[in-house]
């Protein structure tokens, strides 16, 4: 498991202009206000001091309200994993990445054929990604169309937990599965409050943009708050659709309704876990329809990354997608330029970075390896090159002098392996040895590695007896290692 690293080398806005976007965030907030159309948050709100237009379920906040409700959210949020390995501090300028959902069709590993994804491909999903190194924490990427929807929930989450021992994310559909996923992991974690003391799931839910907080999602983040769960509050503003066409106003978009979010937790439940969040992204010129592999998405990100340091906040970054139909060369630049601009900017988990493309409908086995790699060469670039005495070699350089190798030398045995980013997927053989083991390209060698992971038998990352009380206790769960 490669460690997480800080970084913060991409800074799109000047301090000035990081302040500016406060401002009007500010002013959105207070001025413009947000829909709530839940009764419950909208209460909430007006007891905490917003100022409500019951008419037309309007809540507006005043500038100290709103700092007082952010400064009590936690700056970091510690996402448990079930192994201590595992255990990722979201905050400040840390970096993680993972994969994000919840696509609707898997490219099937053994036909190539795109079809519907089932509950058999997030266990499958789970199993794969349990063994990338450069993946730290697991979102649920898929949605089990074979799954009736008030099963969904819990089936899910067991798909994560019982694959990998890395912290699992995902977001919900129903009050009930909040309950039933709470209830599972307490089982798993001897407790309540023992699984309060180390959450190894968190969930996500939403702001409607623009500027909307619906019945639906805010009941899900009551809920979660209410059980000290960690949250997610991401919203999806699209430049020219549903926020301003121009890449500031998209900030500003994201950053307001996000926060609303988050106040509605620390309302609810003081000192939840929550994180500011994005799905943020552009549109096709030609018929504003969304888009998820655009340069752009990957600056916007950036640039709330850094709003989400200027806050104090824990942040969920996109990027990492493609709008490309299958695994070939546009998946690749695509899917790297949003990586490393996230990575650059210090964005604390960018999620999305792993296996998906086809406007986010689709999920692929081979583009997670090949995401596995691409995440390994941003998260190096994110390192930057080490200035010290034995990084600039000197006296090496002095021993060998001119005209000699350094081949042989202890100082190259001593660093080859930190300085330099080993990769799994890239083939860098001569062209003849690369012939003659097949002439595969980067699609067949990332196709080749899943086959050679998913083709072992299942092992269950959760002891015998934990599985079976699990399984017991919720007959509704579906196990295709069973």
């Not at 089936?155 to 039933?180: A, Q």
């Amino acid at each position: 498991m490669k460690k997480t690293v800080r970084c913060n080398r991409y800074r799109p806005f000047n301090d000035e202009q990081a302040k500016m976007v406060h401002e009007t965030v500010l002013r959105v907030l207070g001025e413009i206000g947000i829909e709530v159309n839940e009764e419950e948050a909208l209460e909430l709100f007006q007891k905490a001091g917003a100022k409500v237009d019951a008419d037309k379920s309007i809540a507006r906040f005043d500038s100290e309200l709103v700092m007082k409700l952010i400064n009590q959210a936690p700056s970091n949020v510690t996402l448990w994993g079930r192994e201590e390995k595992h255990k990722i501090v979201l905050g400040e300028d840390r970096v993680c990445i993972g994969t994000g959902g919840t696509a609707i069709r898997v490219v099937d590993l053994d036909t190539g054929e795109t079809r519907a994804s089932e509950i058999r491909d997030l266990h499958d999903m789970a199993r794969l990604c349990h063994h990338l190194d450069n993946l730290h924490l697991y979102m649920l990427p898929l949605y089990p169309n074979d799954i009736p929807k008030e099963n969904v929930d819990l089936n899910r989450f067991f798909s994560g937990i019982v694959n990998t021992t890395k912290h699992v994310m995902g977001g919900v559909y129903t009050v009930e599965g909040v309950r039933d996923v709470f209830e599972m992991c307490s089982l798993i974690a001897g407790s309540p409050d023992e699984f309060r003391k180390r959450p190894f799931i968190s969930m996500i839910t939403c702001v409607i943009s623009p500027l909307k907080m619906d019945s639906h999602y805010t009941k899900l983040m009551i809920e979660a708050a209410k059980h000290g769960i960690p949250v997610v509050c991401p919203a999806e503003p699209l430049c020219g659709a549903t926020s301003p066409i121009t890449l500031a106003a998209n900030v500003v978009h994201q950053v307001t309704e996000s926060l609303a979010g988050v106040m509605l937790t620390q309302i609810v439940n003081p000192g939840t876990p929550v994180i500011l969040g994005t799905v943020s992204s552009t549109t096709d010129f030609r018929d504003m329809r969304y888009i998820c592999g655009g340069v752009e998405m990957g600056m916007i990100s950036a640039a709330e990354a850094q709003m989400a340091q200027f806050y104090g906040l824990p942040f969920y970054a996109v990027g990492g997608m493609s709008d490309s139909k299958v695994v070939d060369a546009q998946a690749g630049y695509e899917s790297a330029m949003t990586t490393l601009l996230n990575v650059l900017a210090g964005a604390n988990f960018v999620h999305d970075a792993i296996g998906l493309f086809d406007f986010a409908l689709t999920m692929s086995y081979e583009k997670c390896i090949m995401d596995n790699e691409i995440s390994g060469m941003a998260m190096r670039a994110a390192e930057g090159i080490r200035v010290d005495e034995e990084t600039l070699a000197f006296d090496v350089i002095k021993e060998v002098g001119p005209g000699g190798s350094f081949i042989s030398h202890k100082h190259t045995a001593r660093n080859m392996r930190k300085e330099h980013f080993l990769p799994k997927l890239s083939d860098r053989n001569i062209r003849e040895k690369w012939a003659a083991q097949g002439g595969k390209d980067a699609a067949r060698r990332a196709h080749d590695l899943a086959k050679k992971i998913l083709d072992r038998p299942p092992e269950p990352q959760l002891p015998a007896e934990k599985l079976s009380a699990v399984t017991d206790r919720f007959p509704q769960i579906v196990y295709p290692a069973k």
